[in-house]
């Protein structure tokens, strides 16, 4: 090999090496064998707090904390430990986050807990733009009196985290903006699992809410869905105290699953909502319920074995004309065990769902995270 070609190789080479030296750089590092301090966050001192790394990173950086416990490190309620988080970056929350960065854990959220200690919100983000996880990168929020994860930051992405414990909410979403909330898990919160009210459409996909509100009985749904516009995709809610899914406006649901709630599959208020391609099936109540005045068109939805008092499949309760063709109620459905009913309750609803589906539609969801 000449020289010339050498010294071209060895170059890109150096070249290669700093890059990758520069993005490491860029990457400020927590850990819980770290120390809070001045110039924290590098490989070999990384800082300890999540706080702390969040201070040390610049705008649009990235924070990577490793496997472990943060927050209220030594679980007894009370953020007074020096590795705990500091109370004074926010008195409500344990983590206030009000730049954007994205932050992620090195080992996923099983592995890397936040603990409120009690503090009525776990996690709070002010900012926007901020990336909270990413998959298999995310964190568990628990422990709040409240909330564990809330969001009025625009234009966010919440991703792999999964949020269980708290004594409401496990994700409490708002704000301008239209937020990403990708493959997370909320489970065994006393309220809802998924609260979404933002200004913007929101784009929720592969999620899952299980068995939120059950100790409580105060109601919880799985995904409680309050902005126009909003799209739902192969998310699941299985065993919530309240409906799997309501959504109070306008909304897109796509490949979803409302199993075993003991409310209602889906409850749907307001108009221009569409529902394709779901499985309804085992729930307290109908698996789909129409609120007076809403509008909805339904097709090759799965909607058996719902509502074991009236057997209903779909209860149209808004006085409208609901078109509802290709559905799948069972077999021979609509009609009487083991198929699922049509139940037009009142003057002036109705419910067309001929042709009606011979068989049960394939349905594809992935686990979160």
């Known amino acids: 090999m000449s020289n010339h070609i050498m010294g071209a190789v060895l170059a890109f080479v150096l070249l290669l090496a ?3 030296g520069t993005a490491d750089a860029a990457k400020t590092r927590v850990a819980v064998d770290g120390t809070d301090g001045p110039g924290c966050g590098t490989k070999s001192t990384p800082c300890r707090t999540i706080s702390r ?35 004074s970056s926010c008195d409500t929350c344990t983590l206030l986050i009000t730049k954007r960065v994205t932050i992620i854990s090195r080992l996923g959220a099983e592995a890397t807990v936040i603990d409120a200690g009690g503090m009525p919100t776990t996690v709070r983000i002010e900012a926007p733009g901020v990336v909270f996880g990413r998959r298999k990168r995310g964190f ?3 422990g ?18 999964i949020a269980t414990g708290n004594l409401s909410a496990g994700f409490d979403i708002s704000g301008p903006g239209s937020p990403v909330i990708v493959g997370n898990l909320s489970y065994a919160n006393e309220g809802s699992g998924f609260v979404i009210d933002t200004r913007d459409p929101a784009l929720i996909v592969g999620n899952r809410a299980v068995a939120n509100g059950l100790e409580a009985g105060n109601g919880g749904i799985g995904f409680f869905i309050k902005s126009s ?3 739902l995709a192969k998310n699941i809610a299985s065993g919530n105290d309240g409906p799997g899914f309501d959504l109070t406006r306008r909304a897109e649901a796509t490949q979803n699953t409302a199993t075993a709630n003991r409310g209602d599959g889906f409850r749907i208020d307001g108009t221009g909502h569409r529902m394709h391609g779901n499985f309804l099936s085992g729930n307290g109540g109908p698996g789909l319920r129409l609120k007076r005045d809403s509008t909805a068109f339904v097709t090759k939805n799965t909607i058996i074995g719902n509502d074991a008092g009236r057997n209903c499949g779909i209860l149209n309760l808004s006085e409208n004309t609901i078109d ?8 021979a459905g609509p009609g009487a065990n083991p198929a699922d009913e049509i139940c037009d309750e009142r003057p002036g609803s ?11 539609f ?3 969801v992935k686990p979160a995270q």
């Open 18 to 20: 700093g890059t990758a």
């Open 362 to 364: 394939r349905i594809r």
């Open 350 to 360: 109705v419910t067309l769902v001929s042709p009606v589906a011979p068989k049960a």
């Open 144 to 161: 709040s009196s409240v909330r564990g994860l809330i969001s009025s930051g625009g234009k966010i992405r919440i991703e792999g985290n």
């Open 324 to 331: 509802a063709p290709k559905n799948y109620f069972g077999p």
């Open 229 to 231: 516009g909003t799209r």
């Open 53 to 87: 790394g969040i201070e040390e990173t610049p705008e649009g950086g990235v924070v990577e904390v490793g496997p472990g416990r943060y927050g209220d490190v030594n679980a007894n309620g009370i953020l007074d430990d020096v590795e705990d988080e500091p109370v």
């Open 140 to 142: 568990t929020v628990t």
